[in-house]
């Protein structure tokens, strides 16, 4: 469990592609690639907040030691999922 200070590297959610989608899109997914998602649920209040929520008391103590986050975006993808990686922050100082 993380103890002190942490910056979200990455967070990303991950979407079946609707049967509606665009032909360019599923070929994409298909592919392997991801297509950004820009329907509900929406990002910071849905989803980012329940997952954080969720992970309090499990990966960290408290969502307050979160100081940073990058790359945070949900996409259409093969397959469903939530990516999540974190880091350990040393320096408090940002330049």
């Not at 049967?19 to 297509?35: D, H, N």
């Amino acid at each position: 469990m993380f103890t002190g200070p942490i910056r979200i590297t990455k967070a990303e959610y991950r979407f079946r592609l609707p049967k509606s989608a665009k032909a360019e899109w599923r070929k994409a997914v298909e592919s392997g690639r991801l297509v950004l998602k820009a329907t509900r649920p929406d990002l910071t209040d849905n989803l980012f907040k329940g997952v954080i929520d969720a992970l309090s008391g499990l990966v960290f103590q408290d969502d307050s030691q979160i100081v940073e986050m990058c790359h945070v975006r949900k996409v259409y993808a093969a397959e469903p999922a939530i990516i999540l990686e974190f880091e350990v922050v040393h320096n408090m100082i940002v330049d």
